[in-house]
């Protein structure tokens, strides 16, 4: 017998109350927790690939899909645009590196990207397996791209038009797997890396458009708009590194205005990009905290009733020796109790919603979110789970050194 | 042993209370009598130390009572008075045997299970120890508070109108357990009752 198990005991014997407050605090916790993974793993997801990368050329269009498209693969690319006009830029002296980028087909679902060493070079990506590819045809395949597909080393296969895996296939030049890369923790993981040569060969007997491709399909776009010329070579987009922030200043305008082309600068369209999504995760956590205070309010409400009723035990308690401090302390007890148990219950359920999450960003963009560790943040969070508890629980039970043992005790 | 002498009491200047002394030595039972608003639970809360007199002293195992803080008063509470209410009440949350132990535990002595076993054995609960006492019947839960009671070998024992809820049955059984069970730790039995039914059951009576 002790303070614990009695705080225990009253927990117990109110069942439904001591639910609906921790239900409260565990939703309230659960969705602040839930906000805060996302929002760090997408933050670190966005960052860590936009490193190094200061703007990105390609067709015109929406500035922001064409980061998405070039940068983390996950949108539609808004077109195509001259290999000749992007070579030119390397004449630029601001300019340090331009990264050639062609797409269009896909493996499964994993889109298989024409590009030069470079990019590999820009990742980092370190060849686990086999060799780099060097010849039209040869492909490397990222980590993730080489588990699902399940190809290996000397593999051949067709790729699919378009950048779903139901698009039509190319089956009369196969691609042959040359080697696999390290896992890098970037895009590169979930592509099929090949150089430019082989996506030109693979449209330049352009097939016509099978039936029910899109009309505005971006990766028809080099079928149907333009013809296909020898010398007019074409690419998607490219990724520019400048020598210096001062490129910064001048070439996108002149990109934009003399050429056509369009520049978009990465950090400019993520910030965008985090600033139209961060309304609604304000409007979230707005909620969220919402709950978490009425999840408070519940746990004052359920105390201050059941005091009311456990007035005569507690004169009881006072009169068989207990200090009112003790019993003080016990009914703290009980709100903290209940702030612990919806504070690990909401931890708990962030991480089975981000793992939920995690799944349905793998199956769409291939993106995978698994790091389930505490945050900082989350020890910010518990103490205010605990100090909630602890006022909830203090308000009511301050009545307890105000109680008149004699007349409580003579009352029934 | 516990003696009172010229105890007065007031809640206002119209509701004064002025108790006659009593005493009542170790091993003896004492029943106080009065019909109701004579001050009955009044005056046990005094003996109880839950209220302090206006004036006149209160003797417990030989020691005087007056002049000490509310802790020393809860102190003594707890070690030396055994207290009985009219109507059994509990701990809701916790079992039978939980709220035995409870009256060791907030008097700080070592939670003896075996003591508390033994005694419902004696009062006739035993096998009711693990339920929750409002599945108890009034006569048992009487039963479990005698048991509390005695938890802590009290000097004194106090009991306030502890049959007046009970039908005659129960209420012989549990005077009969509380006089056999306070005689044979050696207490003092103070009953205070308006229940003509206790009459003939102590030889020693004070009126109110």
Redesign the interface.
């Known amino acids: 017998?002790?303070l614990l198990?009695?705080s225990l005991?009253?927990l117990?014997?109110k069942k439904l109350n001591s639910f609906l407050s921790a239900m409260l605090l565990t939703l309230g916790i659960g969705m602040i927790s839930l906000l805060l993974l996302l929002n760090k793993q997408l933050d670190e997801q966005f960052r860590r690939n936009i490193k190094g990368i200061d703007m990105v050329v390609g067709a015109k269009g929406s500035p922001l899909q064409l980061i998405l498209s070039s940068i983390y693969q996950i949108d539609a690319p808004t077109g195509n645009v001259p290999l000749s006009e992007v070579n030119s830029l390397k004449r630029n002296p601001f300019i340090k590196n331009v990264i050639p980028l062609s797409m269009g087909d896909n493996y499964h679902g994993f889109r298989i990207v024409g590009t030069t060493t470079k990019y590999v070079d820009h990742f980092q990506a370190k060849i686990a397996e086999g060799s780099m590819f060097s010849q039209p045809m040869e492909v490397v395949l990222g980590s993730k791209a080489a588990k699902n597909s399940a190809l290996k080393i000397g593999d051949t296969f067709a790729s699919s038009h378009g950048l779903d895996s139901d698009g039509d296939a190319h089956n009369d030049k196969k691609y042959k797997v040359v080697g696999i890369f390290e896992p890098t923790g970037s895009v590169v993981d979930q592509l099929v890396l090949t150089n430019l040569e082989s996506v030109w060969e693979i449209h330049e007997h352009a097939e016509a458009p099978a039936a029910g491709v899109k009309e505005n399909d971006p990766a028809h776009e080099e079928d149907m708009a333009e013809p296909h010329h020898e010398d007019e070579k074409q690419v998607t987009s490219a990724l520019i590194q400048f020598r210096n922030p001062m490129g910064l200043i001048t070439i996108p305008r002149q990109i934009n205005e003399n050429t056509s082309m369009q520049a978009a600068l990465p950090s400019i369209e993520i910030n965008r990009l985090f600033s139209l999504l961060g309304v609604g995760i304000d409007t979230l956590r707005v909620l969220a905290l919402v709950i978490i205070v009425i999840a408070g309010v519940s746990v004052f409400i359920s105390l201050y009733s059941s005091l009311k009723e456990?007035k005569?035990?507690m004169a009881?308690?006072?009169?068989?020796?207990?200090?009112r401090t003790k019993l003080f302390l016990m009914l703290l007890m009980e709100g903290l109790l209940l702030a612990v148990t919806g504070y690990l219950a909401g931890i708990i359920l962030s991480r089975a919603g981000l793992w939920l999450f995690g799944r349905a960003a793998e199956q769409d963009f291939h993106y995978s979110i698994r790091e389930f560790n505490v945050l900082p943040e989350e020890i910010y969070l518990l103490a205010g789970a605990l100090i909630l508890g602890l006022l909830a629980a203090a308000l009511p039970s301050l009545g307890i050194y105000r109680l008149n043992?004699?007349r409580t005790?003579?009352e029934? | 042993m516990i003696t009172s002498k010229n105890l007065h009491f007031s809640y206002s200047s119209q509701k004064q209370f002025s108790f006659p002394d009593i005493s009542c030595n170790d091993k003896e039972a004492l029943l106080i009598l009065g019909q109701s608003g004579r001050g009955k639970t009044t005056f046990l809360h005094l003996l109880a130390l839950l209220l302090q007199p206006d004036s006149g002293n209160i003797h417990i195992a030989g020691k005087e009572l007056s002049g000490l803080s509310s802790t020393e008063r809860t102190n003594i509470r707890a070690k030396n008075l055994g207290i009985i209410y009219q109507r059994a009440h509990f701990v809701s949350a916790l079992s039978v045997l939980d709220n035995i132990l409870l009256s060791s535990y907030l008097a700080g002595n070592k939670q003896d299970k075996e003591k508390a076993g033994y005694l419902a054995e004696q009062l006739g609960f035993a096998e009711h120890l693990h339920k929750k006492t409002t599945q108890l019947s009034q006569g048992e839960q009487q039963r479990v508070s005698i048991a509390r009671a005695l938890m802590n070998n009290p000097n004194v024992i106090l009991a306030d109108e502890p049959t007046s809820n009970l039908d005659d049955n129960n209420c012989q059984k549990v005077i009969d357990l509380l006089k056999k069970q306070s005689f044979s730790i050696g207490a003092s039995l103070v009953v205070v009752t308006h229940d003509q039914r206790l009459k003939d059951e102590f030889p020693n009576q004070v009126f109110l």
Not at chain 1, 316 to 323: E, I, N, R
């Open positions: 017998m002790n198990k009695i005991a009253n117990k014997e456990r005569y035990e009881l308690m006072l009169s068989m020796g207990a200090t043992i004699s005790l003579a029934e």
